[in-house]
Nanobody
Framework: QLQLVESGGGLVQPGGSLRLSCSASGFTLVDYAIGWFRQAPGKEREGVSCIDSSGYITNYADSVKGRFTISRDNAKNTVYLQMNSLKPEDTAVYYC??????????????WGQGTQVTVSS
C-alpha cells in the first residue's frame, strides 16, 4: 500500500516552532518531489513549499519565506517542514504530497491525510 503520513502538528503559541514530517510507506521518495500544502477553514488549499527530488531546488510561498524551511532525508524516506515564528494565520491542516522529480502546483500522485497545526495563545 502506497501512502504518505504526516506528523508533528499540534498547538503552539504565536512565535513558536513546529517541525512537520512526511514519511512514505510502500515506496521510496528518492525520485519524488514533495510539496507541502495547507488548508484553513473556509479557505482554498494553498501551496506552502516544495522540494524537488534532488533536494537542491526548493520554493516557498511568499507568506512563509524566511520562516519555514523544507528539507529531505532520503535515508529515512522522510521530508521535513521546519516552521518557525509561527503566526495565527498559519493555522491550517497541512498536507504533504508527492509527484515525480519536479515541483509543480499540480498533478501530485500521492497525498497524506493531513496534520492539524493551530497557532494560538
Amino acid at each position: 500500500q502506497l501512502q504518505l503520513v504526516e506528523s508533528g502538528g499540534g498547538l503552539v503559541q504565536p512565535g513558536g516552532s513546529l517541525r512537520l514530517s512526511c514519511s512514505a510507506s510502500g515506496f521510496t521518495l528518492v525520485d519524488y518531489a514533495i510539496g507541502w500544502f495547507r488548508q484553513a477553514p473556509g479557505k482554498e488549499r494553498e501551496g506552502v513549499s516544495c522540494i524537488d527530488s534532488s533536494g537542491y531546488i526548493t520554493n516557498y510561498a511568499d507568506s512563509v519565506k524566511g520562516r519555514f524551511t523544507i528539507s529531505r532525508d532520503n535515508a529515512k524516506n522522510t521530508v521535513y517542514l521546519q516552521m518557525n515564528s509561527l503566526k495565527p494565520e498559519d493555522t491550517a491542516v497541512y498536507y504533504c504530497a508527492a509527484r515525480k522529480y519536479y515541483c509543480s502546483p499540480y498533478n501530485y500522485n500521492y497525498w497524506g491525510q493531513g496534520t492539524q497545526v493551530t497557532v494560538s495563545s
